[in-house]
């Protein structure tokens, strides 16, 4: 029998995703704080790109080829680039999307067993995923649009075909998630048990995202400083750019109905490709939904090969230890959320003390790479230790078997503290150590960064184990994976920033307000501040661990659930 899309069914489905998704917000489950701070981020990181994508728009529009000012031609070359990145992001997005949905999703294991036909609960997934690129399509293409308009004067239709756009945009992007999903999936699935290949993979996939980003802090760099990036776009690279755009489609046609070129044919091209994507993506939809609940109903068994030796005995400590960076290195989220930013933590060091430390000079002609460094290697400290926000909560229901053992407390949780030290260590030594080997500081002035870095990451591991485990939150997944941030994670984040911004951040403002008023001889106050809060925090988390530990893990009982 062909199976159809019942669309009351779909409605159901809806019906139900919308009550989930409304108790998240019910007291006692609702991070308020966690979505106050990850609104704020929004809010900051829109205004940063509107001032930046605005000053790099007149920047751009003003280069010259072959001599002439082109202001439309660079227009549509501006256009055609960022609605192809804009469209790429969504699908990139719209794939973990479908895969969270469908692969991931808890209520799959329930709706595999109702009466349902594999398209209509694919079709209501990808209702819900819509509505979610939609969101994004919003706040980019928007964005995007409105900053051109501040600088280039728009006609009203203008800003009718951006409303348009908002619409469009994810239903070509949904359409190239859903043809994307079940390779990407079957890749994730080959890469399971490859635990050491995916640590790889991760590693540099988030290596070339932080070069990217290094580049934009270095084109940021030269718009502060001047109109150096102006000069970067000479006519051999205007060439190569007027190449490469000719050929980005679908953005082309976006680009030509924001500017009334080619307007008939723009349209039927763009609704022509809107048509075919979705048509095309609706003829996978049975093979895929009828394969995921195949899985689902088979268990998703995925038998790991089993070691032929026995483990040799080992200290409890050292066994509590390696049990727990098993867990992390066996999990794929954990793996790039904890070992990748740890190990790629000193690159972003060096790529922003390339840049600050050139800024900062050119603009009051005085060396601060002392307190920047201070500044820099405390912040991203501070986000590399994320992954002891949940020392006690990933541990799922396992946590309960351990603390049945013959084991101390200090055990359980000194082994977490311990493993995440050596994590912060390493990644610490290595940033100190490029600090000092491409001269922005002397050695002995690394080996005191590293010193605070070390105290405050200390503290930062103590006071975050001791408060995951006081409001811990087990997840009820089999793999006890924790897929989602609890507001312990956010605090734990604004803690971090808050006190790298209090110690690091002061010394800098310190220094900058002495150096414009050509006051010298204080340098010693960096080391005194940095050293003693540094130390004194260290002091009190440590305190805040231990207090009553003993008699709060012989009472803890259990907890709450994801």
Known sequence: MKDKIKFNQVGSILRKQAQERGSAFKKGYFDGFGFAIRLILVVVFLAVFVVFFGRFTDIYLSVKTNGMLQESTRLYELFAMVYTVILVFLVVGGVGQINRQLFDADDMKVLVGMPLGASTVFVAKLITIYFEQLLISVVCVIAVNVTVSLHV?????FYVVTAMFCFILPLISLALSALVAMPFHAIKQ?????????????????????????SILNAVRDMLLGDSLKFFFNEQVMNTMQAVTAYLYPALWFADILLGNNLLIAYLSLFSVVIVSLVVAMLVIRRLMVWVMQSRIAGDVNFMRTKQNIAPRRHPFLALMK????????????????????????LMVYFCMTVGSSIVEKLIGMNCNLELAVFLTLMFGALTNIFCSTNISRDGEMFFSV????????????????????????????????????????????????????????????????????????????????????????????????????????????????????????????????????????????????????????????????
């Open 153 to 157: 004067a728009q006609t009203a239709l």
């Open 190 to 214: 080959f890469l399971k048990n490859k635990f050491i290949l995916q640590f790889v993979l991760i590693t540099l996939l988030t290596a070339v995202v932080f070069y990217a980003y290094s």
């Open 323 to 346: 049990k727990d960076f098993l867990l992390i290195f066996r999990t794929p989220s954990y793996t790039f959320s904890y070992f990748s930013v740890a190990v790629l933590m000193p």
């Open 403 to 562: 603390k049945a053992y013959p084991l101390g407390y200090k055990y359980v949780f000194f082994s977490k503290v311990v493993l995440c030290m050596l994590v912060t260590t390493a990644s610490q030594l290595i940033s100190a150590i490029l600090l000092a080997s491409f001269g922005y500081v002397a050695w002995w002035q690394a080996l005191f960064i590293l010193l605070g870095g070390l105290l405050c990451g200390f503290a930062q591991v103590c006071f975050a184990t001791r408060y995951d485990f006081n409001h811990a939150k087990f997840s009820t997944e089999e793999d006890g994976e924790i897929k989602e941030s609890g507001n312990t994670v956010s605090v734990i984040i604004v803690v971090g920033m808050f006190s790298s911004f209090v110690i690091g951040g002061s010394v800098l403002l310190m220094r900058l307000m002495f150096a414009l008023r050509l006051v010298t001889g204080l340098e010693f106050l960096t080391y005194l501040i940095v050293g003693v809060v540094s130390a004194l925090i260290a002091v009190l988390s440590y305190i805040y661990l231990t207090r009553k530990l003993s008699v709060k893990y012989h009472e803890f009982s259990g907890g709450g659930s994801l």
